[in-house]
């Protein structure tokens, strides 16, 4: 079945983690109880946490998850895409997921549950991209549009963590009850943010990112009220440094409105 870009829109009932890795949230109140800090202030920290899903190469694959691992992505190479499907203008092809290898349940957003989602992308300096999903049996063909192609590569899905590097501790009601008018406490709450971003599991990673906080630095997706779909790193594809933020509201995510995402380059 060939489509015409960028898709028809699906509705797509998925189920959504309100909690994180154990391992996660016990490093994080192990973090605060090192400070002596009140459980229930650190629990609204934790509370904050959101889900993501890091697609890496087989080598950064945690070791327990390696074993019948199962690529979830292809990394650039030619797009495989139906033979008649119109795009706006051309951009490469950044990555192809295979929607249904990714880990259920885990995201906060809904994501396409099965098919492929197809994400062509100018990563290096342009605000310019497509996200195409194409349903299960979509026929498609290699295009050739591009002039020079990568030697494609897999990637393995790992589900991950992420908090808000924005985050203000004076922002949290319970942090800044428990600090109200006391430069000792403040100065804990204040030890406590940055020991959080210590903790391995929520570690800036630059790997291809599926939801979660966006780790933007000038301007992040969720100051203006989005939430983040997919950041790329241009490290992650071509072993540069900018950054490419795909983000929107969730009903636009829910809907597979994807014509309207926004793509944002930062360096």
């Known amino acids: 079945m060939a489509r015409t870009w960028p898709g028809r829109r699906?509705?797509?009932?998925?189920?959504?983690?309100?909690?994180m890795k154990v391992s996660v949230r016990e490093a994080v109140l192990d973090a605060g109880r090192a400070l002596d800090l009140p459980e229930p202030v650190t629990e609204a920290f934790i509370r904050l946490l959101r889900p993501c899903v890091y697609l890496c190469p087989y080598d950064e694959l945690p070791e327990?998850?390696?074993?019948?691992?199962?690529?979830?992505?292809?990394?650039?190479?030619?797009?495989?895409?139906?033979?008649?499907?119109?795009?706006?203008?051309?951009?490469?092809?950044?990555?192809?997921?295979?929607?249904?290898?990714?880990?259920?349940?885990?995201?906060?957003?809904?994501?396409?549950?099965?098919?492929?989602?197809?994400?062509?992308?100018?990563?290096?300096?342009?605000?310019?991209?497509?996200?195409?999903?194409l349903p299960p049996g979509t026929e498609t063909v290699e295009?050739?549009?591009?002039?020079?192609?990568?030697?494609?590569?897999?990637?393995?899905?790992?589900?991950?963590?992420?908090?808000?590097a924005a985050l203000r501790w004076s922002d949290v009601a319970e942090a800044a009850?428990?600090?109200?008018?006391?430069?000792?406490?403040?100065?804990?709450?204040?030890?406590?943010?940055?020991?959080?971003?210590?903790?391995?599991?929520?570690?800036?990673?630059?790997?291809?990112?599926?939801?979660?906080?966006?780790?933007?630095?000038h301007n992040p997706v969720e100051a203006r009220g989005k939430v983040l779909f997919a950041s790329i790193p241009e490290s992650a594809v071509f072993g540069d440094g900018c950054i490419t933020l795909i983000s929107g509201t969730r009903e636009q995510i829910a809907e597979f409105r994807y014509d309207e995402l926004d793509f944002d380059v930062e360096c």
């Open 10 to 19: 699906v509705s797509v009932a998925r189920g959504t983690v309100t909690s």
């Open 64 to 133: 327990e998850l390696k074993k019948n691992a199962r690529p979830a992505a292809r990394a650039v190479g030619l797009p495989h895409l139906p033979k008649d499907l119109e795009l706006p203008s051309y951009v490469p092809h950044v990555v192809t997921i295979d929607c249904a290898a990714l880990p259920t349940g885990v995201l906060d957003i809904d994501f396409p549950a099965d098919g492929h989602l197809v994400i062509l992308a100018e990563i290096t300096d342009l605000d310019e991209g497509v996200v195409i999903h």
């Open 143 to 164: 295009r050739h549009s591009q002039a020079k192609a990568h030697e494609p590569f897999p990637l393995y899905a790992v589900p991950g963590t992420t908090w808000s």
């Open 177 to 217: 009850d428990y600090a109200e008018g006391d430069a000792e406490r403040a100065g804990l709450v204040a030890k406590f943010l940055d020991d959080m971003g210590e903790i391995p599991d929520l570690r800036w990673r630059f790997d291809i990112q599926l939801g979660g906080y966006s780790r933007a630095w």
